[in-house]
Structures are given as structure tokens and as C-alpha cells.
């Protein structure tokens, strides 16, 4: 079974902070998703890496595939309230199921 | 673009009434679909998956069951609920290997 850690689980700053949460494995993915959720609603995709090493940004987000595909991270600059949510990574492995992690719960305040 | 509903959105059962959660798809053909459980807005597991009518996976044993009776619709079903039960369920599609999950937006279960 491919595992996904996620951290921090928790994060709560003031507006403007930057931060970075992780996601790590022992596994290599072929791909790695970032979903953003918010309270009642179903996740939503933010990005798709798939090449070791990759970057890819998406205003004052930036996200980052390692080098061996097997960890990630995501990046945000200024943050605002309006990116409250739960951020959850994703792997997708030899085969077409994907493997959560079980998130970061990030809460900015004004 | 592909469309997911779910219903109900919220769900209150007592503990040994059956269950049946239902989702259909729209916009798309042959999705593989999925159900998750997702506990206390944390982590999704996954319970059940299909690629195709009739075909169903289980991922872990459980008190629950699906089936996949028509190409866009799938159902989560139970013969009596468990306290454990309790959960947001999410019913999810795609298409494709490096394709994103599309997910509805959740049905909110509680078992009393």
C-alpha cells in the first residue's frame, strides 16, 4: 500500500504570511495531484505534476514534483483568507487509483 | 465537462436501518468511478472503485456495498448502518491516467 504524509496537519496564520506544506512517500508516483476542499463540498484539483523535478505555478501558488517523484510540495505567497481550506495531496501509483494523504488544514485570518 | 450529483446532501439513520446513497454522472461515457469516505474533513479513503458496468472493486471490508447498475450511475448501499458508518461519503469519476478525480459534492452521513 503507497502511503502519503501530509504536513503540517494543522496551520493557522495571519493574512499575508507564506507557507509551504509537504507531502512525502517511500513510493514513486507516476503522478501527483493537489486538491483544495472547503467545508461541505467535494475536493477540488489545483495541479497535476508528473515530471521529477517539475514547478509549476498558478498565481500565488507554486508547486514543486521532487526529483525522485516520490514527495511534493505546495508554496503559497501573501496568503489570503480566501485560501482557507483543506489541501490534500494525491498519487497516483503503477495503476489508476489515486492515494490520498489526509491533508493540511490551512486557515488564514484577516 | 463532467457533472457529479449526489444525493441526499445530508442523511440522519439509525443505527441497523439500510442505506442507499446514489450518484450519477453527467457529461461523460465509460468513467471509472469511485466512492470515498472521508472522516472529520481529513483524508479520503476509498472504498469502493468501477471501471465499467456490473464491475465493482472493494478496497477494504466493510459493512458497506456498491454497484454500478447503468454506465453513469453508482450506488453505495447497506443492510444495516454501523455507528462507524458515520462519514462524508464523496462519489468521484475520471477519464484517462493522468486525468483528475472529479467529485460531487458529498452526502453527509449520520448514523445514531
Known amino acids: 500500500t503507497q502511503l502519503l504524509e501530509q504536513s503540517p496537519q494543522f496551520l493557522s496564520i495571519q493574512e499575508g504570511e507564506n507557507l509551504t506544506v509537504y507531502c512525502n512517500s517511500s513510493s514513486v508516483f507516476s503522478s501527483l495531484q493537489w486538491y483544495r476542499q472547503e467545508p461541505g463540498e467535494g475536493p477540488v484539483l489545483l495541479v497535476t505534476v508528473v515530471t521529477g523535478g517539475e514547478v509549476k505555478k498558478l498565481k500565488r501558488l507554486t508547486f514543486q514534483f521532487g526529483d525522485a517523484r516520490k514527495d511534493s510540495s505546495l508554496h503559497i505567497t501573501a496568503a489570503q483568507p480566501g485560501d482557507t481550506g483543506l489541501y490534500l495531496c494525491?498519487?497516483?501509483?503503477?495503476?489508476?487509483?489515486?492515494?490520498f494523504g489526509k491533508g493540511t488544514l490551512l486557515t488564514v485570518n484577516p | 465537462s463532467q457533472t457529479i450529483h449526489q444525493w441526499p446532501a445530508t442523511l440522519v439513520q439509525p443505527v441497523g436501518s439500510p442505506l442507499s446513497l446514489e450518484c450519477t454522472v453527467e457529461g461523460t461515457s465509460n468513467p471509472n468511478l469511485y466512492w470515498y469516505r472521508q472522516a472529520a474533513g481529513r483524508g479520503l479513503q476509498l472504498l469502493f472503485y468501477?471501471?465499467?458496468?456490473?464491475?465493482i472493486s472493494s478496497e477494504v471490508p466493510q459493512n458497506l456495498s456498491a454497484s454500478r447498475p447503468q454506465d453513469r450511475q453508482f450506488i453505495l448501499s447497506s443492510k444495516k448502518l454501523l455507528l462507524s458508518d458515520s462519514g462524508f461519503y464523496l462519489c468521484a469519476c475520471h477519464q484517462g491516467a493522468n486525468s483528475p478525480l472529479h467529485f460531487g459534492n458529498g452526502t453527509r452521513l449520520t448514523v445514531t
Open positions: 468501477s471501471v465499467g458496468i456490473g464491475q
Open positions: 494525491a498519487g497516483r501509483g503503477s495503476n489508476y487509483k489515486l492515494t
